[in-house]
């Protein structure tokens, strides 16, 4: 397994492009399942968990043709008789479930592994199967297995749909219930859907493909359902968490960088914690942002001051701090002058970083959902392990500040989110190598 081999030390410097957004990514992969027609993608990030999709859907009867290099995947559906997500792959890839929506609109019928365990806590379904059940979907659990059928007829009905639970909202739930309704009969009112700009993406291209679906990146939805949906070229969204994650690199590092394709306007709460804290961002040119109106493609430059303030950060459903920047914004916190106070209100228990952190010399004490972090003068370079894909992005970014060498193993994690994060950090200077790991 890879690892990588990390100098510290090293202020980042230069310009990065933001890949597409992962999240974005597979649900809409998976919603090439619901027309017979090609559906076009473009800025599709080549990752394991793109290609783990690719795959998934291959088995699903979907050609795909991924041109890695150029981030374009064409799928197109030729053979509707197998519905089966089997266990081997969403084991490895539990975003596989947003499969499940699309095949019971457009087939009736979908067999999907139910998602086992996570590293980053206990992770139901149980929203999912509600609101598919609302719409009329027969489900049953059979040897591990969600067996989903649509009524007699093999079309949906519309429906009320309130997606809250105890966490908030859910982001694939949103997308599989705005799916399956979008081909349903009659018109469906998802309450409580989730605001993230990943099910905003989904409800655009939908849209673009025929479907009638208003309200989306607000809690309430309405889809009416049309017949059929047909093909579109549709380019994803970029990807906030990578953005995040490289903001956080420059202002760790003490650095100056400018990303180009950065999607500012989905990052409100990390740019007003990061303000807090003491970082300047700002537009990267003059007049970039009269060059660049969409704000969500935005070219930023970040810079920071050697003083880092303590903050509090909360993670909460979008438009609040993102869970998956938690890791991240921790490893920063590090090294603030003062205590910081974490807490994660949609993963209680992603943590796991928190222990390989302390090996590093953090000061941290964990009580629940929250982490109490005291900022330290440095961090020592260490081999750490990684252990989700976040968790290993907070420890990278722990590794460009350490004294020494750090060493994180298991960077297959990475991959499955980041697309050549070490190319992307040695672009901007930093000294890092991908090299044979020994766990
Ligand atoms: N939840 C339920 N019941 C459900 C579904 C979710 O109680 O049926 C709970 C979860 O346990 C969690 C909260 O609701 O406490 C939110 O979970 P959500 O369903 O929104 O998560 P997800 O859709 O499975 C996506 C991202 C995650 C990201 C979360 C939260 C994808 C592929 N994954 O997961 O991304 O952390 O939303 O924003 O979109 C990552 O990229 O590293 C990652 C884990």
Do not use: W
Request: charged share 20%; hydrophobic share 45%; with cysteine.
């Amino acid at each position: 397994m890879d690892a990588f081999v990390i100098q510290g030390g090293a202020r980042l410097r230069g310009r990065v492009r933001v890949n597409g957004s992962k999240n974005a990514c597979l649900p809409l992969m998976a919603a090439a399942l619901m027309t017979d027609d090609p559906v076009v993608l473009t800025d599709v990030p080549d990752l394991r968990d793109t290609r783990n999709m690719a795959s998934l859907l291959e088995s699903l009867g979907c050609g795909v043709q991924f041109d890695g290099e150029h981030h374009r995947a064409t799928l197109r559906v030729k053979d509707e008789g197998q519905s089966l997500a089997h266990y081997d792959i969403v084991r490895t890839m539990r975003a596989s479930v947003c499969v499940l929506g699309p095949l019971l609109a457009k087939r009736g019928v979908a067999k999907v592994s139910m998602p086992g365990g996570c590293n980053i806590g206990d992770r139901p379904v149980d929203l999912h199967m509600r609101g598919l059940r609302l719409l009329g979907a027969k489900i049953r659990l059979e040897e591990g297995y969600m067996v989903a059928e649509a009524p007699a007829g093999g079309r949906l009905h519309g429906a009320r749909v309130f997606l809250g639970g105890p966490y908030g909202s859910t982001v694939l739930g949103t997308c599989n219930v705005m799916s399956a309704a979008a081909l349903a009969d009659g018109t469906t009112v998802i309450e409580s859907a989730a605001c993230e700009p990943e099910v905003a993406d989904l409800a655009k291209m939908l849209n673009a493909m025929g479907a009638n679906i208003t309200g989306a990146g607000t809690p309430r939805m309405t889809i009416e359902g049309v017949k059929n949906l047909h093909s579109v070229e549709h380019q994803v969204i970029a990807d906030r968490i990578e953005a995040g994650t490289y903001i956080m690199a420059a202002a760790i590092t003490n650095g100056d960088v400018v990303l180009d394709n950065c999607p500012i306007d989905a990052l409100t709460a990390l740019i007003d914690r990061l303000a807090q804290v003491g970082l300047e961002i700002q537009p990267a040119d003059e007049d970039a942002k009269s060059v660049a109106s969409d704000d969500m493609r935005q070219s930023i430059r970040v810079g920071s001051y050697r003083r880092l303030n303590p903050v509090h950060v909360v993670t909460q459903p979008h438009p609040g701090f993102p869970t998956d920047l938690q890791a991240q914004i921790m490893a920063l916190l590090c090294l603030a002058d003062g205590n910081s106070l974490i807490t994660d209100k949609i993963f209680p228990d992603r943590f796991m970083h928190v222990p390989e952190l302390s090996r590093m010399g953090a000061s941290l004490i964990r009580n629940g959902p929250s982490v109490m972090v005291s900022g330290v003068r440095e961090l020592i370079g260490a081999p750490v392990m990684a252990s989700d894909l976040r968790a290993s992005a907070g420890l990278v970014l722990a590794g460009l500040v350490a004294r020494g060498t750090t060493t994180v193993n298991r960077v297959y994690h990475i991959d499955r989110g980041y697309e050549k994060m070490e190319v992307q950090l040695q672009q901007l200077g930093a000294t890092i190598q991908r090299v044979e790991g020994s766990a």
